[in-house]
């Protein structure tokens, strides 16, 4: 039987790769299975992978697109979408991007550079004055890189644990805030680190939007992203706490056992840094438009693709991660987490994609079986 905590919200850093889930067991509700869109010879491999996620308690509801060699696409899910009741997940369900948000924030802000408003070698002090400590040694590039090594305002003890406290959960928080979190102390570095994840970072990326543009980052979003690409079930909440239906409940563990629904909360903690609500549809929309060149000049986009090694298991470009698969194949896009939800959205260049959204279990599921599922499509 779950032991519900009676907070409805508990968070972990959208910039967390791996899931901060405390191990403990728990009984779920047998799982759900649906499918659309059943055009791939690999239809039952996929779902089987889907069936095992939760089976073994990775996932309470998993939900996945995916297009395969020579264009082949299936769609499908398994588990539930709330433990209480037990419904199917649906796999046209709405979900929470995290950090899947900076790659549209990155590409509204290199918009501005194919406008000539900003290049990617400038100051960071030159469009935003006395906002980022030695901001006049920081450039763009860096901080789309995460070669600024800001502090991240979300390392700090209580900041993520904000999103289950009460009514805490429903804080309304600034930008101008979030950075003052940031800044108030200076960045505490190693001499050899030279990239560092901070979701600081594109806090000011969504500042210099804000900043050049003279309209609020969400209105750019959603004016040069989601509109030209008919991008209709992705949406920029601000402070609204909920998610369209149908969607699958996002749970979460606290070491005491207590399972927390941490679906409604208010995402102006994470802004231009993970705020974002999309489904598989759409992110596939969405990376299509990216890297098939019609959001960005192709210097522009060579310059996002540019991706260095790191230290976190993937190269970093500007706002797009590249993953090496065992097979050779390289997948492009992002990662996100937010309390409960993990999406990977990622693409090959021969147009082959995995779309997935992971509601986390008790047991975070493991590196091996992820890429043993990415393995399935582009290998």
């Known amino acids: 039987m779950i032991k519900f905590s009676r907070w409805t919200a508990f968070g972990v850093s959208g910039a967390t790769a791996a899931a901060a889930v405390t191990a403990a067991a728990v009984v779920l509700t047998a799982p759900g299975a649906r499918t659309v869109q059943p055009r791939s010879n690999r239809t039952p491999a996929f779902q089987e992978a889907l069936n095992d996620l939760v089976k073994t308690k990775a996932a309470t509801a998993v939900l996945l697109r995916v297009r395969t060699a020579g264009g082949g696409e299936w769609s499908g899910a398994a588990g539930v979408s709330d433990v209480r009741t037990g419904r199917p997940a649906d796999p046209a369900g709405y979900f929470r991007i995290g950090s899947v948000t900076k790659t549209f924030a990155a590409t509204v802000l290199l918009q501005l550079v194919d406008e000539g408003r900003l290049r990617l070698d400038d100051p960071v002090a030159e469009h935003l004055p006395g906002v980022v400590p030695s901001g006049e040694r920081i450039t763009v590039r860096q901080v789309l890189q995460h070669t600024s090594l800001l502090r991240d305002y979300m390392s700090d003890p209580g900041w993520s644990t904000n999103r289950w406290r009460g009514a805490q959960r429903f804080r309304s928080y600034k930008p101008d805030r979030l950075l003052t979190q940031a800044f108030r102390t200076p960045a505490q570095n190693p001499p050899d680190v030279t990239?560092?994840?901070?979701?600081?970072?594109?806090?000011?990326?969504?500042?210099?939007?804000?900043?050049?543009?003279?309209?609020?980052?969400?209105?750019?979003?959603?004016?040069?992203v989601l509109r030209p690409l008919r991008l209709t079930q992705t949406i920029v909440p601000g402070d609204r706490p909920g998610l369209p239906r149908p969607h699958a409940h996002g749970y979460a563990l606290l070491p005491d056992g207590r399972t927390v629904d941490a679906t409604r909360m208010n995402p102006s903690l994470d802004w231009a840094a993970g705020e974002m609500i999309s489904t598989t549809r759409d992110l596939g929309r969405f990376l299509d438009g990216l890297l098939g060149g019609r959001l960005l000049s192709p210097a522009t986009l060579a310059a996002m693709r540019d991706a260095r090694p790191t230290d976190a298991g993937f190269a970093y470009g500007l706002g797009l991660q590249e993953y090496a698969l065992p097979c050779g194949k390289l997948m492009i896009g992002h990662s996100g987490q937010l309390i409960g939800y993990t999406t990977y959205a990622l693409r090959s260049d021969d147009g082959r994609q995995m779309n997935l959204s992971v509601n986390l279990g008790s047991s975070p599921p493991s590196v091996d079986k992820l890429y043993a599922l990415a393995g399935k499509v582009f290998c």
């Open 195 to 224: 990239w560092k994840y901070s979701n600081t970072n594109y806090v000011v990326v969504g500042k210099l939007i804000e900043r050049l543009t003279g309209r609020p980052y969400r209105e750019e979003v959603e004016r040069r």
